[in-house]
């Protein structure tokens, strides 16, 4: 609040880019990352001929590169804009491109505040329909400033179905509705795990924890993401399961969800 008080920063449009949607979560580690990057890519399958960006402020850790297999610097237009790494179609761009995979983001919250701004400005974009947010996990000043800096169209918020995500998962919605951001719905993830060999389902995380926290938010929930052993293993190869195994299962839940923000 201080911070916006001393006016940092001011709510301007982002020039061709119709529709900005934050992928957050309140916890880290319950696959918010891998959420955005199968949502980006889930868009831009349903809504064929349209162009999605993904940006990730995520800057302490940023998982974008290694996500969508994307490593090397940006160049630099004659503007002096970045121009975003392209893969599978998809315009990103990551701090994880400006600094060493090992260096340690080292920073006081306003310079955090100032990379991302850099992030969303100093960026070739170009025309989006979509540009979707890795957010920094947490309800910050960092998360509150990106809200307050460009006009957010909606927010994501994934959880897992275990009490202290969905604990977190509602700040984070509260955040948002603070600031105006329509809270789309939640994600649930990793509700179920469904054994390979003998279909036996286990709910790992707890079972279906986010419908009260829906209900209580007056949201729906967008999709249901089972904890699966593709969705790891692709993500760690930058081959996200829309786009490398897009007939499965876990793909189809991930389109699920695009076909909703739509
Ligand atoms: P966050 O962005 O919330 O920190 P990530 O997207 O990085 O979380 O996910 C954390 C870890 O969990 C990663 O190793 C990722 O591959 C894995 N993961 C995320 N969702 C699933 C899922 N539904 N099934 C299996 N593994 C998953």
């Not at 729906?220 to 052993?229: A, F, K, N, R, S």
């Amino acid at each position: 609040r201080q911070l916006m008080a001393r006016g940092l920063p001011k709510q301007r449009p982002m020039p061709g880019v119709k529709q900005i949607i934050a992928v957050a979560s309140g916890k880290g580690g319950v696959g918010k990352s891998t959420t955005a990057v199968n949502l980006a890519l889930g868009l831009a399958a349903v809504c064929k001929n349209s162009t999605v960006g993904l940006l990730d402020a995520d800057v302490y850790g940023p998982s974008i590169p290694k996500l969508m297999n994307l490593r090397g610097s940006p160049e630099v237009t004659t503007e002096n804009q970045m121009r975003p790494l392209m893969n599978y179609g998809i315009a990103c761009m990551s701090m994880g491109f400006l600094i060493e995979e090992s260096a340690p983001v080292v920073w006081r919250g306003l310079m955090v505040m100032s990379a991302v701004e850099k992030l969303l400005r100093q960026v070739a974009w170009g025309n989006l329909d979509y540009l979707i947010i890795d957010m920094p996990p947490g309800t910050g000043d960092v998360q509150l400033s990106i809200t307050q800096s460009i006009p957010v169209s909606g927010a994501v918020i994934v959880t897992t179905p275990q009490d202290l995500a969905l604990i977190d998962a509602r700040r984070g919605a509260e955040m948002f509705k603070k600031v105006n951001v329509p809270v789309l719905g939640l994600v649930q993830n990793m509700n179920v795990f469904r054994c390979p060999k003998c279909h036996h389902e286990t709910h790992i995380f707890g079972e279906d924890g986010a419908q009260q926290l829906a209900l209580d938010l007056d949201v729906e929930i967008l999709g249901d993401i089972p904890l699966h052993l593709n969705i790891r293993e692709k993500s760690d190869k930058g081959q996200p399961v829309v786009v490398s195994d897009p007939e499965s299962p876990e793909a189809i839940a991930y389109l699920r969800v695009a076909a909703k923000v739509i």
